[in-house]
Nanobody, 125 residues
């Protein structure tokens, strides 16, 4: 069974940086687009970033504004999210997702193939 496991969340202060990782197992990683979504308490799940298989297409949520960077290491079946200049609005549970298609590039989380369990990111002011 495919598993996506996120790591790297934690409590940071506004202006700090944080790096998230998501490692896959039992997954033909290189054939999937990989992405990150987040969900704040009481809010809908929100698109953060996506990276195509092969890495030639990248998309970010509008709120990112150059602060985050997504990357992937196919050899180690890991996708990363480097987050800089964090602010309290970035607080939430961050989820890794993978999909054989390109659906996540539209910003939608519906119908994606696999999800991780999420990692909590808390940014204090």
């Amino acid at each position: 069974q495919v598993q996506l496991v996120e790591s790297g969340g934690g409590l940071v202060h506004a202006g700090d940086s944080l790096g998230l990782s998501c490692t896959a197992s039992k997954h033909t990683f290189s054939t999937y687009a990989m992405g990150w979504f987040r969900q704040a308490p009481g809010k809908d799940r929100e698109f953060v970033a996506a990276l195509s298989r092969g890495g030639n297409r990248i998309a970010y949520g509008d709120f990112v504004k150059g602060r985050f960077a997504i990357s992937r290491d196919d050899a180690n079946e890991t996708v990363f999210l480097q987050m800089n200049n964090l602010n309290p609005d970035d607080t939430g549970v961050y989820y890794c997702a993978s999909d054989r298609g390109s659906g996540m590039f539209s910003g939608s989380y519906y119908g994606l193939d696999y999800w991780g369990q999420g990692t909590q990111v808390t940014v204090s002011s």
